[in-house]
């Protein structure tokens, strides 16, 4: 079964500092993953994606993600953190083996609240 | 947003009494989906559409039900609405080739 592990309820950077929010997975094929944040009394916003190819994925608001396969792992970094990425953030992963008949169900880790600190 | 949008907002209701939520696109996406949002359990998917009358369950599917009679629109109905319903519902479309999802703002429910 497909699972996701968000390991951190909460993560608590300064600004300026470089940040990292964990994801790591479990799927019986290949993953696609996928980070998504989620602002006070708003839906949740796309960032970004890794389907196939380079490790490292760039996203909105200058994110980036990093797939690790050894160590099934997807974490999110940005390098200098700012106030106002404080939110809650989700990691979510699908099966990127399934056929035509993928439904596209997305499992959701979680989520990590960020807060970051003047 | 995605041109999603959900109806009501917010709403409060008496346990035993029926519920229906709305969701509504704009763009002609075939798959939509029904998550709830709950503390410690991020999201979970509820029901979800591939097509007109087209649906199935999702992980937490017991005590709800949905219908799809129009692709723009996808309706959750809570049929008898207990306490342990109350909870944020999202709704979301699928869009692009790998399957992102895109998000309404969301439905507070209480069951009191």
């Known amino acids: 079964a497909q699972s996701v592990a968000q390991p951190e309820d909460q993560v608590n950077v300064a600004e300026g500092n470089p940040l990292t929010v964990k994801c790591t997975y479990s799927v019986s094929g290949n993953p696609y993953l996928f980070w998504y944040v989620q602002y006070p009394n708003r839906g949740l916003q796309f960032l970004l994606k890794y389907i196939t190819g380079d490790n490292l994925v760039k996203g909105s608001y200058g994110f980036e993600a990093e797939f690790n396969k050894s160590q099934t792992s997807f974490h999110l970094k940005k390098p200098s953190a700012l106030v106002s990425d404080s939110a809650l953030y989700f990691c979510?992963?699908?099966?990127?083996?399934?056929?035509?008949?993928?439904?596209?169900?997305?499992?959701f880790g979680q989520g990590t609240t960020l807060q970051v600190k003047p | 947003d995605a041109g999603i949008t959900q109806s009501p907002r917010h709403k409060v209701t008496e346990t035993g009494t029926p519920v229906t939520l709305r969701c509504h696109q704009t763009?002609?996406?075939?798959?939509m989906y029904w998550y709830r949002q709950d503390p410690g359990h991020g999201l979970r998917l509820i029901h979800y559409?591939?097509?007109?009358?087209?649906?199935d369950k999702g992980e937490v599917s017991d005590g709800y039900s949905v219908s799809r009679s129009k692709t723009e629109d996808f309706l959750l109905t809570l049929e008898s609405a207990t306490s342990s319903q109350t909870s944020v519902y999202f709704c979301?479309?699928?869009?692009?080739?790998?399957?992102?999802?895109?998000f309404g703002p969301g439905t507070r429910l209480t069951v009191t």
């Open positions: 763009e002609n996406h075939r798959y």
């Open positions: 559409s591939y097509g007109v009358k087209d649906t």
């Open positions: 979301a479309i699928r869009a692009g080739g790998e399957n992102e999802q895109y």
């Open positions: 979510a992963v699908r099966d990127g083996d399934w056929g035509s008949s993928n439904t596209g169900k997305l499992i």
